[in-house]
């Protein structure tokens, strides 16, 4: 079973409408984190959670909003979807910093599509 | 502010050539410095990282990249190009304890 699932997989909507991407992982590990791929422009951060309780925007927060349910459940929602949101939404997780470097682990992505 | 440039948004090659991307950063401090690959319809897996000590860092699949600090490179390789190699491949830097920035990423192509 993949340690961190994503859903759904696929999701087309319409302007205007609140969407929910959801995201699960069982590495046990209390960094979350949400990014948008769009071609070109590599992956930008959304929003990270170190844990339950602590909730950070990233660099392009706008038009987003998270929760996290548990350690294990980090969610991102579009409260009004517009087409410029329209991209390939990823969820990953990492274990708290140590000396080596921290490696992040991936979903295998949500691709979102706003008409 | 930290950045990750990488020369060549599309790289082809020959199946058994060399493979060569290439990634630039800009940072104060020397970050720690990764790379990704992302096969189609999945999310990125690591291919290996650079942390300290040794500059030839060895990764999964064949793949190595070496951190030159005098040039802030960290430019990925494989001596014989394979077509399970198809991917988009990224690289990242990362400071602050877990703040990581991504490369726009290069898509490799390999010709048979």
């Known amino acids: 079973d993949a340690d961190v699932t994503q859903t759904p997989r696929n999701r087309i909507t319409k302007t205007g409408k609140r969407i929910m991407l959801e995201c699960s992982q069982t590495?046990?590990?209390?960094?979350m984190y949400w990014y948008r791929q769009d071609p070109g422009l590599g992956l930008r951060l959304i929003y990270y959670?170190?844990?339950?309780?602590?909730?950070n925007k990233g660099e392009i927060s706008d038009g987003y909003s998270v929760s996290r349910q548990a350690q294990a459940k980090f969610s991102l929602s579009l409260e009004s979807a517009i087409p410029n949101q329209t991209a390939l939404y990823f969820c990953a997780t990492s274990a708290p910093f140590r000396a080596g470097g921290n490696e992040q682990f991936f979903g295998p992505g949500t691709r979102l599509t706003v008409l | 502010a930290q950045s990750v440039t990488q020369l060549g948004s599309h790289v082809s090659v020959s199946e058994g050539a060399l493979v060569l991307l290439r990634c630039n950063y800009s940072?104060?401090?020397?970050?720690?410095l990764f790379w990704y690959v992302q096969y189609p319809n999945q999310g990125l897996q690591l291919l290996l990282k650079?942390?300290?000590?040794?500059?030839l860092v060895k990764g999964i699949n064949g793949f190595e990249a070496e951190f030159k600090k005098s040039e802030t490179s960290f430019h990925l390789t494989k001596p014989s190009a394979h077509m399970s190699d198809a991917a988009e491949y990224f690289c990242a830097a990362q400071t602050g304890g877990f703040k990581t920035i991504f490369g726009a990423g290069t898509r490799l192509f390999v010709k048979a």
């Open positions: 650079y942390t300290t000590g040794a500059t």
């Open positions: 590495k046990g590990h209390d960094r």
């Open positions: 959670s170190f844990d339950v309780k602590d909730i």
């Open positions: 940072s104060s401090v020397p970050p720690y």
